[in-house]
């Protein structure tokens, strides 16, 4: 396994840019060539709070990585929500209603069954008490409750039920198999940081790695550590499979040849928050950019919380095609060059 050391997101992008340039080796994928690293890799980011990409080159999709993780926390895999800030996404999905690989319904309301899960949303998933499904959050939270040196917080993604088979016994033919298997949050040893490692069976360094998955997780990472009472740790990014597709190769070696010499980073106000207080901001924020979507609401939602309120204002540009003040410097910074044609 080659393990490269990165203090942010930033510094990961260029350097896996060298490492697959260098290194990767062409597969045949269908009719795609990709290039992959030859053996597992795990990026360890020393601050998770670095998680927003600023190389201009990237081309970064910001509102599809806030709109994601709203989309993983309410517990929904709609396609009617995520397609709206990212239409290929229509692509992937076998009934053009959900994308059955989604991830928010597996962490919110696993339920090990053999039916793909329709489009669950957070309220109804985690309201009622269900002997069908579970809340792989809570259990998250309830094992750092039961003991904070917990090796047990660990949030699987595959499902073997719904992701093997058909209901027939033949093999399960879809375009959507997860590539992420297993979150598993655990407590730094020697301090009280939360630490999130994340295994990947397979990974596209731009549609995955530093498209999405990383912010995704290291967002989540923080309200975690945020409910658990920890401060962010270090996050841990294993990727069996780790490749870039042939249609690409100009981007990534523009990026393997930048010497990236800092990492922006911003450290929300840390106050405790309770996982209802958590579901209930997340509902609130799921409902009101539903609304937003539909053109049923121009008003900007508020919580009185940096985190939620920055949350809500890049969803609120992206409908609204204007820029409005965030309390992080780093989204100001992106939304500023971004008017200015340069992001």
Known sequence: MYVICCDGINTLLSEACKLLILHGVPRQIGTDTCYEYPEPVCFKIKNPHARWIVV???????????????WI?????????ISCYLKKMINFSD?????????????????????????????????????CSVDQLRFIVDCFKEDINTRKAVIQIGDPMKDCFDKTGGKK??????????????????????????????????????????FNFTFMQEYIARIVGLDLGYYYHIADNFHFYERYKEKVIAISKLDIKSEPHFVYPSAKITLPEFNERVTQLSK????????????????????????????????????????????????????????
């Open 56 to 70: 201009p080159q990237r081309k970064w999709n910001i509102f599809l990585a806030y709109a994601e993780s709203l």
């Open 95 to 131: 009934d053009g209603l959900t994308l059955r690989g989604g991830y928010g319904p597996r962490i919110r309301a696993y339920d090990g069954a053999c039916n793909d899960y329709l489009a669950y949303d957070l309220a109804p998933s985690i309201s009622t008490e269900s002997s």
């Open 173 to 214: 033919i879809t375009k959507d198999f997860p590539c992420t298997c297993t979150l598993h949050f655990i407590k730094d040893a020697a301090v009280r940081k939360l630490n999130l490692i994340v295994h990947m069976r397979s990974n596209d360094l731009l549609w995955g790695t530093t498209g999405v998955n990383i």
């Open 73 to 81: 926390a309410a517990g929904r895999n709609d396609l009617s929500f």
């Open 288 to 343: 009101w950019e539903q609304e937003l979507r539909e053109d049923h609401n121009n008003k900007l939602i508020r919580f009185n919380d940096p985190f939620f309120d920055d949350w809500a204002a890049v969803l609120f540009c992206f409908h609204h095609k204007l820029t409005i003040p965030f309390e992080n410097p780093i989204l100001n910074k992106i939304f500023y060059e971004k008017e200015n044609g340069h992001g």
